[in-house]
């Protein structure tokens, strides 16, 4: 049997059965990821692999004596490059974090270790986790397990990529605009987006502070809400956590939508829009109807204006938090220099890639004196009319429907070229992070050449539990697919 | 909006980031059009909005100033690019 052909949760309950050791699952992924990491670039780091035997093992015996019996203890897990793991390189997929070794854990991947799980390595991303892609990477591009000259969405791709190539069963990501729903999408797997405050940022890499949110990605709606549940701790290390007794989210995994209130909003599926996603997401919101869900299309409102809001907020808090690489305390310092200032300078442009300057230039730009009111106080009164469009669209639905890109993935190299094109390829997530609610992305179909379609839910802050109810039931109508050179693979 | 080389030159101070000719170019071009692009928030009637920095209602968080950290320091500064005598090293500052 393959173990990484299952699911976490399966995959767990038979850890838990004694019917595979967390030995042998640790061996299988690490096997997996030694085998297939060549192919699509998933992985940044890859664990020692005696380092992950030796914890496998450790696990094991807590498992053994009952100190561990949660539904994820001994199933191997890899985390986004961006997250902070005492002891393991943590690049973000930059040049200028590429000798950073952590002195401390990241509070999710904490939590991930103290529920049992076996961490297996750090994945790919785009540089900073800017970009839609995981082409900006410094450590080269990750493929798309479903056609390896296309892109596996960004930024969380390695992680999306490695759950759809089987390389691991699960695995953590962040979200700033829709860098866990996008790659989830163009891979063909299951990711969550929780509301912001959910999980604790501490030892998140920071990009955009008032956006980012870690959250799962796998191969179902059961295996993120399990690891959701485990990563969903109040942490006064954050001053953003919030502190709620609603963590558990598998109690929500149930089949039935009947009365649930489901707005498709029009402006959605206007111009720009691939008519395989327009009808694989109208057949989705049927089959929710057939099930006695209530569907209605709507006018959300503030579409055209939400990359614009998104794209100087980010870009403004990108430019501040990225002020602390200055090749002093810790990454990249360059090797000739004049001065202190000049140091800096060159430090700064030789460690990072172009398009995370371009941010940091348009960050600094906006914040300037002179054009602060004119752009960021002006993008945060835009980001409270978004926010006031989705809370008059919950008075009504419980859930907004519709799809999570415009496009399925792209072929490589498409998108560097023209950065308001790519942007514009992130319309339908990046509303969700500036008005702070959660959102899942789960696979509702495919395209003419074959490539996964995305379905996205989205629900009222902190109610999570609403979305994966239904994206759990949709999901009972579907099997799940395997990218053909994965499905293959038993064969040969 | 035209950007200037004056303004590049100036965000570049900002940015703490030295650009080469040919980059500063394409940031030229790359900032002004898309300077245009958000630009369409002029549309936008904003006049009675307040702006939004939090979507949920955070209450500052006050602890006691008590340090709970142990210290750390021979680890942290083995991901300094350079360290002497236990501290970071920079380049001379001051005469």
């Given amino acids: ?492 | 909006m035209t950007i200037t080389d004056e303004t590049i030159d100036y965000v570049g101070i900002l940015a703490k980031l030295e650009l080469s000719a040919e980059e500063k170019e394409q940031a030229k071009k790359d900032m002004s059009d898309m300077l245009d692009y958000v630009g369409k928030l002029n549309e936008l009637d904003t006049d009675n909005v307040e702006a939004m920095s939090h979507t949920f209602p955070y209450n500052n968080v006050f602890r006691e100033d008590v340090v709970t950290n142990g210290d750390d320091r021979e680890n942290l500064l083995k991901n300094a690019p350079e360290e002497k005598d236990g501290c970071y090293k920079v380049p001379k500052t001051f005469d």
């Fill in chain 1, 1 to 492: 049997m393959d173990l990484m052909s299952l699911t976490a949760v399966t995959l767990g309950k038979k850890i838990k059965a004694g019917e595979v050791s967390v030995a042998e699952a640790a061996k299988a992924c690490m096997d997996s990821i030694e085998r297939y990491d060549s192919e699509y670039n998933c992985f940044v780091t890859v664990a020692d692999r005696e380092g992950v035997m030796k914890q496998a093992e450790e696990i094991q015996k807590k498992i053994d004596n009952g100190e561990l019996t949660g539904p994820l203890a001994g199933v191997p897990v890899a985390i986004k490059d961006n997250m902070c793991l005492n002891g393991m390189l943590t690049t973000c997929s930059s040049k200028i974090l590429s000798n950073f070794v952590p002195t401390y854990t990241s509070e999710a991947v904490e939590k991930l270790i103290e529920a049992g799980m076996v961490i297996v390595g750090k994945t790919n991303m785009d540089e900073f986790a800017m970009g839609s892609t995981t082409e900006t990477s410094y450590y080269g591009e990750t493929k798309n397990p479903w056609d390896k000259n296309k892109v596996p969405g960004g930024s969380s791709g390695g992680s999306a990529a490695a759950v759809a190539a089987e390389e691991v069963v699960c695995a953590l990501g962040s979200d700033t605009g829709g860098s866990i729903r996008q790659p989830a999408s163009f891979c063909g797997v299951t990711g969550i987006k929780p509301t912001y405050g959910r999980v604790s940022r501490y030892g998140l890499i920071a990009y955009g502070s008032s956006l980012d949110q870690i959250g799962p990605l796998a191969k179902d709606v059961t295996d993120c809400a399990a690891l959701l549940e485990i990563i969903s701790q109040y942490d006064k290390k954050d001053s953003t956590s919030v502190n709620r007794d609603d963590n558990d989210f598998t109690g929500a995994l149930v089949d039935d939508v009947k009365g649930l209130k489901i707005g498709l909003p029009r402006d959605y599926f206007s111009e720009g829009l691939d008519p395989d996603i327009k009808d694989a997401v109208y057949a989705a919101a049927k089959k929710l109807e057939e099930k006695g869900a209530i569907v209605e299309e709507f006018d959300l409102g503030m579409v055209e204006y939400t990359i614009p809001t998104y794209y100087i907020i980010a870009a403004a808090e990108a430019s501040s938090n990225l002020e602390r690489f200055d090749g002093v305390k810790y990454g990249y310092r360059t090797d000739s220099y004049t001065d202190l200032h000049n140091m800096y300078k060159k430090s700064r442009s030789e460690g990072f890639g172009p398009e995370v300057k371009r941010r940091i230039m348009l960050g600094s730009f906006v914040l300037s004196s002179g054009y602060y009111d004119a752009y960021y106080v002006k993008a945060l009164k835009a980001k409270a009319l978004i926010k006031r469009a989705y809370d008059k669209a919950f008075e009504k639905y419980d859930i907004i429907l519709g799809p999570v890109a415009p496009t399925t993935a792209l072929k490589m190299g498409e998108s560097l070229s023209d950065p308001i094109k790519m942007y514009l390829g992130d319309v339908y997530t990046v509303p969700v992070n500036l008005a702070g609610l959660p959102g899942i992305s789960l696979p509702c179909g495919y395209d003419r050449d074959g490539m996964p379609i995305g379905l996205q839910m989205v629900s009222d802050a902190f109610n999570e539990k609403t979305i994966i109810r239904a994206a759990y039931a949709y999901e009972q109508t579907r099997e799940y697919k395997r990218p053909a050179d994965v499905a293959e693979r038993g064969q040969n």
